[in-house]
């Protein structure tokens, strides 16, 4: 009787289980789903793009249409982020055509790209123009410093030959512009990638980014310490990075 019993309990068991995986799965899914939306990356910079998100038992399917081929790979890398996702496939298609690497077109797309990313500059009030691979900024800058350093980040895109930097300083009591914004660590990791990628200086280092709670950590290998103080400076001002744990080895 007791090794009936035994085994009914077993039984019983195994069932409850077994219908309480799919529904935890189907929570996760949500969880995911309902995250990327709401997301700092797919709230601000593709609030324009109409992407579809769905996740099963973690493997997230990107489809729709995007704006640009930068959004595309944002896409993926925020949501590749986000707890509990095992793979992301991209299926997301380009609304217009990609401009031929090394273009001015897509100069001008790379540096306004990076210039987003960065909060001690100002994307909105910069204008971007590319001619033979020379770029020309115009607009506002609030400070001389801000100036330098907008010439600097566009200077380091690759691609990029020289910097006409024509802004005018503005001086205003500007605040880094994503003071008070709550930016999630998916975003985040999501931005310092594709900010690696752009830049000249740090496309060729292999790294792993992870953010949590605002703090990064970046590992992998530096060919010096030049280089990685390098990476250290341009993730710590990424939009909402809050401090930066450099991980990473110097070959």
Known sequence: MKKVL??????????VLAFSMPVHAAKTDDRIESTAKQSYVFKTY?????????????????????????????ASDTVASL???????NKLEVKTVNPPTGSDEWLITKVKTTLLFHGSVSAAKTEVLAKNGIVTLRGEAAT???????TEYARDIKGVKDVNNEMIVKK???????????????????????????HHS???????????????????????QAEKDLVSKLVADINGVKRVSNQMTIE
Request: no cysteine; charged share 20%; glycine share 6%.
């Open 6 to 15: 035994s085994i009914s309990r077993i039984v019983a068991a195994v069932t």
């Open 46 to 74: 593709l609030k324009n793009d109409d992407i579809k998100i769905k996740s099963s038992e973690g493997v997230v399917t990107l489809s729709g249409v995007v704006s640009e081929e930068s959004h595309k790979a944002l």
């Open 83 to 89: 707890p509990g996702v095992k793979s992301v496939d």
């Open 144 to 150: 001389q410093a801000q100036k330098e350093l907008t």
């Open 172 to 198: 205003t009591n500007q605040q880094k512009r994503t003071v008070g914004v709550k930016i999630d660590d998916a975003s985040i990791t999501a931005q310092v990638k594709i900010s690696l990628l752009n």
């Open 202 to 224: 740090t496309s060729a280092i292999h790294t792993s980014v992870t953010t949590k709670k605002g703090v990064v950590a970046v590992s992998g290998k530096a060919a010096n």
